[in-house]
């Protein structure tokens, strides 16, 4: 089920029954709700009900862990309250269902037929009005029933924003209003009557200025040239800080519901229970990573009696890996790939056998790249799992995986590389997955999601101190504190799109689509360059090939790809470009370029190499 539940009044439900059936299919509970015939506090029971349901596919929160700045005497730890009676939406077309389900907190829509009417819902306390539900839909730009989600967060956070005076944020780029200059001699004038240059200052002997807020003027910051516009989400303040999963008092600027959702959304999608995910939206791929080495560097400093735990990665692992280990002051040592870029697993049970010789007492934090960054490789995950079991875990030493799937991640629940009804988590022993939104996803908003499990989590925080003070109810583990609201609406916004929130079709469709023009890509670049010069692992959706003119690498935006030398070949490395079949590159394009490359080839314009 959604986190927005929707109550719909008896004439409103009975003419909008497509719209009622559309939600229903986008598992967003409906109700049919007679204000009038139920007692004054039916809307608040039926919210309570609704979160009570809620509760039940709940993500988790760290209410079981401990807050140490509570243990004074001073400060008594406040219970976290119930804040999201704001997503259940009430469509009401009279008076008195307005004025109930406003008294329960909840989203109130008015429905009247005239100018008048709606006059007399907004005046009873309607958050919005409009003449018909397609009317309210055309008014928010809901143009698919999942949408109406985020019709909410859109009136809610307005409505927060006009009461705001406590925390350090001026909203000032969604602010209405002007500068105003006073002088002695000169009444009001508005900063807008002239421009400011050097040779017409804008400040005056003895003049003071100010801002001066009026909620019918125009931005003080205008960003239509961005295309933000006023009164869209967009144009919302929205700071999703800290743990998503909590419950804050007293900060509401955030779409923290949305934020479990895309997390449940993700259990589903790789068929974990809801009990044991947990995660958080990040700014991508190199947060994700980061946040995973750090977590884990601490918990295996815990386990191994206070010893630095030793990185292995590949040496085709992605560059943030590296930067990361130099912020967090980890040792890491590279293993050698195959010719196709994965994990030589060979050389990676030579240096644990290493490891375990010269220095037992380290634990060892592993780096799995499932599709690295050149290539496209996946790491053999369960050879290198079992190595750590037999030559780690079996001395009595303790290690732990994060698996680094930033394109994959969207992929691999799809067409399950290493069997079916695989749980990373606990088949694997995977401790973190990070996933980049805006790669395969396709996500314009730079994010991405950072999984763990509820185990794993209880381990790394049980124990520590975690809360923030002025910050009633809110834990944080985020190495960025503050994250983007507006990132979290726009990604959940895209999984919906590809109905990871009912059964994932649009989503399976597109992944093997991809791989349907990979296909194609690989049967008619060999016939231009010869098949034994091409690489393309196993399950890859990156295809690399010698490299071209550097005017074909320019026009066709292709990554320059440098992969070691086979052992009987030259010293140095083969230069090749690489492409990514995803959902943008159909056959049509496929062959625009193929076609590029066939008369490079004929004019004699040679591949590097």
């Known amino acids: 089920m959604r986190e927005v539940a929707v109550y719909i009044c008896p004439q409103v439900y009975d003419c909008n029954t497509a719209f009622v059936s559309g939600l229903r299919k986008n598992d967003i509970d409906v109700e049919r709700f007679d204000a009038a015939t139920s007692a004054s506090d039916g809307y608040a ?19 079981q862990y401990r807050d140490y700045q509570y243990d004074d005497k001073e400060h008594s730890k406040p219970s976290p309250t119930e804040d999201f009676h704001f997503l259940c939406i009430a469509i009401e077309d009279s008076r008195i269902g307005v004025r109930s389900a406003k008294a329960a907190g909840m989203c109130v829509v008015g429905i009247g037929s005239n100018d008048i009417e709606l006059d007399r819902l907004r005046a009873q306390g309607a958050h919005a009005v409009a003449s ?52 002695a001699d000169v009444g009001d004038v508005e900063d807008d ?23 019918h003027a125009n931005r003080i910051i205008p960003r239509e040239v961005l295309g933000i516009q006023p009164g869209t989400l967009a144009d919302v303040y929205i700071n999703n800080v800290g743990w998503p999963q909590d419950k804050i008092d007293t900060v509401h600027f955030n779409a923290r519901g949305l934020e479990m959702d895309i997390i449940r959304m993700f259990a589903k999608l790789y068929d974990i229970s809801t009990d044991d995910m947990r995660g958080y939206l990040t700014s991508g791929g190199t947060e994700g990573n980061f946040t995973g ?36 002051d980890i040792e890491g040592r590279l293993i050698k790939t195959t010719e196709t870029g994965s994990i030589d697993c060979v050389d990676l049970k030579r240096v644990l056998h290493q490891i375990s010789a010269e220095e037992p007492h380290r634990a060892i934090l592993m780096i799995v790249n499932i599709g690295t960054t050149q290539t496209g490789a996946l790491d053999d995950l369960p050879c290198v799992h079992e190595l750590l079991e037999t030559i780690v875990q079996r001395r009595g030493g ?14 691999i629940p799809i067409i399950q590389p290493f ?59 985020t190495p960025s504190g503050s994250r983007s609201g507006f990132s979290v609406l726009s990604f959940h916004n895209t999984l919906c799109g590809l109905y990871l929130h ?19 890509f690989v049967e008619q670049m060999s016939a231009v360059v010869g098949k034994q010069r091409i690489i393309h692992p196993d399950y890859s959706l990156t295809v690399c090939f010698p490299r071209p003119s550097e005017s074909i690498m320019i026009k066709w935006s292709l990554m320059p790809v440098s992969m070691p030398r086979k052992e009987n070949d030259d010293d140095g490395t083969f230069e090749y470009a690489g492409v990514c079949i995803l959902v943008n590159v159909d056959t049509t394009r496929i062959d625009n370029f193929l076609t590029e490359m066939y008369m490079m080839k004929k004019s004699g314009g040679a591949c590097s190499n």
């Open 45 to 63: 029971k039926a919210v309570v009900e609704h979160n009570k349901r809620l509760a039940s596919s709940s993500i988790g929160s760290f209410s």
């Open 419 to 477: 069997g079916k009804d695989i749980d990373y988590f606990k088949d694997y022993a995977i401790s973190t997955i990070a996933i980049s939104g805006h790669k395969f996803f396709g996500s314009v908003s730079i994010c991405g999601v950072l999984l763990t499990n509820k185990q794993f989590l209880d381990e790394c925080f049980a124990r520590k101190d975690v809360g923030v003070r002025y910050l009633t109810g809110l834990h944080d583990i």
């Open 193 to 215: 009557e002239f421009e400011e240059s050097p040779d017409h200052p804008t400040e005056h002997a003895g003049s003071t200025r100010r801002v001066e807020l009026d909620m």
């Open 502 to 520: 009912t059964d994932s079709r649009r989503l399976k469709d597109v992944v093997w689509q991809c791989y349907k023009n990979v296909d194609y």
């Open 293 to 328: 080495l750090w977590w884990q560097r601490d918990h295996l400093r815990d386990v191994s009696g206070g010893y630095r735990p030793i990185l292995l990665t590949s040496d085709q692992t992605h560059y943030s890996v590296a930067k990361a280990a130099e912020q967090l």
């Open 398 to 411: 303790h290690y732990s995986i994060h698996m680094d799937a930033a394109l994959m991640g969207a992929v």
């Open 132 to 183: 018909s539900v397609s009317e309210l839909l055309r008014q928010f730009g809901v143009r698919n029933y999942y949408q109406i989600q985020y019709l909410p967060y859109s009136i809610y956070l307005r409505d927060i924003a006009n009461r705001k005076v406590g925390y350090p944020v001026s909203l000032l780029d969604t602010l209405r209003g002007r500068f105003v200059t006073t002088t």
